[in-house]
């Protein structure tokens, strides 16, 4: 009990730093305070991504944060050992922010990175907190939909999935023997997780409910294949880092059941906007097969026409983020199957 009191009070105080991070840093004020757009983690697999682990130095006036590189794990080499963040290559102003984006400060000691390097001791993140996986204590935070939905999983389990997961998302195409064997590296790995039933939110940071929610989106990245009788219950559990996963893990389906999965969302009046979005974002990264006109006219009509927003309040940086709306999908989905 102890120790579960002191990582939750951990984690609130570490969670109040960030927002401090932005809200209260010295010369910057809530009138110049800048929103940025939250990425997906999909939006960061890029090779010219270096993945390191690093160590919190002192603030450079030139270079931003400073960090130590403790290791080179993937991508292209980053030549410093002592370098800095100085910018972010994906994080476009809002429509309803002013002024300049907070300064990037590094909260925990250690972290695990995405970043490009720009030469002369100089790095750029994706956004204030993309490509920003903390590590501490033993355990490391990550977000794979958004940056809002950090997951907490023990360093352990981190290194021996997110590397190779990495690794083979970069170098390997679908279908592939290195694919395949990343396949079941991990589905070894993480799917004893996922016969568990749904955990519920615990005290503890790397608990049962984050390691599952951790697998899921493993199996929806790498296609895993999983059955209907173990992915369903994560669908229909109440919490969001269980049940939005899950939707994207429906790839690890046989095709036509995901792509049934999938449609039948966009069709339920019970799913939310950006639950429809993540469906939509499936049918087409997967190709799909379109529906009847009839029905695909019905779903037109159903569907919102208005840019869809994260579940994000005013006060986080992040809360102007949208994403393109569920009718504009739809058109994208036709004309895959136009060419």
Known sequence: MCTARIQRSYFSATCALFLLGFLLV?????QSRRSYQASFFSDL???DLSLIKVKKTKIDPTLGQGVLVLEHIAGPQIRSKKTGIVSYFLAPPCDASRGD???????????????????????ALPAPENGLMYASAGWVAWGF?????????????????????????????????????????????????LLEPPAPMGGELDTLHYQQS??????????????KETLYPFWESQHDKHRLPAIRAAAGLPKAQAAEFWLNGLKDPNWKDYERLLALQSLIQHKAELPSPESLQRLRNTLS????R????????RFCSSYPSLQSLVEKWVQLHQH
């Open 214 to 227: 951790y697998a899921l989106e493993w199996v929806a990245l790498l296609e895993i294949p999983i059955t």
């Open 45 to 47: 697999i890029r090779s």
């Open 145 to 193: 939909l958004h940056s809002a939905l950090p997951i907490y999983v023990s360093e352990r389990i981190f290194r021996a999935t997110f590397l190779p997961g990495w690794t083979c998302l970069l170098k390997h195409k679908p279908g592939s023997d290195g694919w395949k064997s990343t396949q079941e590296t991990l589905s070894k790995r993480l799917m004893p997780f």
């Open 305 to 308: 026409s208005q840019n869809t």
């Open 26 to 30: 010295p010369a910057l004020n809530a």
């Open 310 to 317: 994260l579940p994000l309040t005013l006060d986080d940086p």
């Open 101 to 123: 984006l907070a300064p990037f400060r590094l909260i925990n000691d250690t972290a695990y990175l995405l970043v490009k390097g720009l030469g002369k001791g100089r790095l």
